[in-house]
């Protein structure tokens, strides 16, 4: 099996066994949490005229939030189960939603020269992806930004790992959304931090802005406070 499709079944797995109810996901945040905060960063850059497109949009929480900004947004992501579910949570039509693997150049041109040049947003998936398919991933932002759209790309710190291993070292051992994380084979914060604005560079991508965030999830701490992953932002475009 090759480290492409290990990955893609490994995502499969975890959005065939999650259910519908918002949050069950340890990454699923209100979007007052998540793309609210991101798109205020972005907003200076972007020409919101253009489409969005919502890369690794899982069951589609934060794609629907887009739609709501931008004319059109198009929520990706490799889980064919996970734009299932994202269909479903939108019997509306809000957004659209298309099963497509970042690493498929020819299907990342395709969608490319339907939408014309776009906006993206990207939270979290260079950091989790496997080694070799970093790169492809930070190309297929660049192919889809085109010359005038901008993308948003936020990615977990080093950093994170020890707050991961806190909420791991529990005498009752991890939480049950982060262990379901785990027995899928999935590896948050597994990209170093100078990886990812090497990639995004040696994909074509200029970095117009960058800074420190927080990645909100759906657990909590003992305490009732909200985990949260340290993480940097970049708003990119074509160099």
Sequence with gaps: MSVS???????????QQTSDAPGEAIWDA??????????????PYADSSLPVVDLGCGNGTQTRYLAARFGRAVGVDLSRAAVEHARRADPAGTAEYRQLSLTDAAGVAELARRLGDANVY????????????RHPVAEAVATLLGRRGRGFVVEL???????????????DGPPLKLRRVFDHGLRPADAADKEVPEVLAEAGLEILAEGPTALAQTEQWPDGSRVE????WFVVSRA
């Excluded at 499709?5 to 959005?15: F, L």
């Excluded at 990207?122 to 398919?133: E, F, K, T």
């Excluded at 710190?157 to 005498?171: G, H, I, M, R």
């Design 5 to 15: 499709e290990r990955y893609r079944q490994a995502w499969e797995s975890y959005w």
């Design 30 to 43: 209100d979007p007052s949490l998540s793309a609210a905060p991101h798109l205020d960063l972005l907003a």
């Design 229 to 232: 992953l340290p993480a940097r």
């Design 122 to 133: 990207m939270r979290a998936v260079i950091h989790q992806s496997d080694a070799v398919d």
């Design 157 to 171: 710190t080093a950093e994170s790992k020890a707050v991961l291993a806190e909420l791991t070292a529990s005498p």
